[in-house]
């Protein structure tokens, strides 16, 4: 146990370290606060600003649209199904094939469907597919969180004439911290992946202004940068390397702060 501790730790450090070494020194305003110039990637200035806006855009839009797609699922089959359920465990198991699927089949899927569509790469394809990919994250995230709330709370709430949408209000209070941690693997899932927006979010050097611009993200922009036969170049994409974990970082906080918050005013 103490080896396997010290190994993921060790790998945790020497991750972040590689990117601080190689991104500390060609991180600068510029790279955060500026869109890509003419030859950026061939090492002329500009920045990666239109990546890290079109980054948050789709991992927030994915995950707010997960949110609202999984907790009636989840409560449906926690309140509404009994523990055994044929259907509760289908949709149990269902998620949990989804869960493992590779994100390039996601990207594929979203692909095939928009050119059904007639649709064009664009944001709204970008979150519609990454929702898809962190769905059944969410969703057995929050199954899980829920299934450790105590049955006899339900059941004192039934005895108290509470009906189920009420006692589902309860298990959500309860939740909260869960919930908070559901959001947070979602959006770190959505925000850090590649395959899945490749084909569907595509890229641009502009800011996306609209649901049907395409929007650029931080991963496909390292990859970009990545290879570049540029030096310059790729130091950068070690930089913008070190935004996406800055910003991972920063909603990780904030999420325990939050979780702690409300699991001190827990009934």
Same mark, same amino acid.
């Given at each position: ?13 020497? $991750? ?5 070494? &190689?991104?500390?020194? %060609? ?10 110039? =003419?030859?950026? +990637?061939?090492? &002329? ?11 948050? +855009? ?7 649209? *997960? ?8 409560? +449906?089959?926690?309140?509404?199904? &009994? ?23 996601? =990207?594929?899927? =979203? /692909?095939?469907?928009? $050119? +059904? ?21 969410? $969703? ?15 059941? %004192?709430?039934?005895?108290? =004439? ?16 869960? $919930? ?22 595509? /890229? ?36 913008? *390397? ?12 904030? *999420? ?7 699991? &001190?005013?827990?009934?």
């Amino acid at each position: 146990m103490i080896v396997a501790s010290v190994l993921i730790v060790g790998g945790f450090f020497l $991750i972040v370290g590689t990117i601080l070494i &190689k991104g500390l020194p %060609a991180l600068s305003l510029d790279l955060i606060t500026k869109t890509p110039g =003419g030859g950026f +990637y061939m090492g &002329k200035e500009g920045g990666v600003l239109n990546a890290i806006v079109g980054s948050l +855009y789709i991992a927030l839009g994915s995950s707010g649209l *997960a949110l609202i797609l999984s907790l009636p699922i989840v409560l +449906y089959i926690n309140v509404y199904l &009994k523990r055994s359920s044929k259907l509760g465990s289908i949709a149990r198991l269902s998620s949990d094939v989804l869960f493992g699927i590779p994100s390039i089949v996601y =990207g594929a899927f =979203g /692909f095939t469907v928009m $050119i +059904y569509f007639g649709l064009k790469t664009s944001l709204l394809g970008g979150i519609l597919t990454v929702t898809l990919l962190v769905l059944p994250i969410m $969703i057995r995230t929050m199954d899980e969180v829920i299934r450790t709330i105590p049955k006899e709370l339900l059941d %004192a709430s039934y005895s108290l =004439g509470s009906t189920r949408l009420e006692a589902s209000k309860i298990l959500i209070r309860q939740s909260i911290p869960g $919930i908070f941690t559901a959001i947070l693997l979602s959006f770190g899932r959505g925000i850090g992946d590649v395959a899945s927006v490749m084909f569907t979010a595509g /890229f641009s050097d502009n800011i996306p202004t609209s649901i049907d611009s395409p929007a650029p993200t931080l991963p496909l922009a390292i990859f970009f940068q990545l290879g570049s036969p540029v030096d310059e170049v790729q130091a950068r994409a070690y930089a913008s *390397a070190l935004v996406l974990t800055i910003i991972v970082l920063l909603i990780s906080i904030g *999420a325990r702060t939050l979780s702690k918050r409300f699991s &001190k005013n827990k009934i």
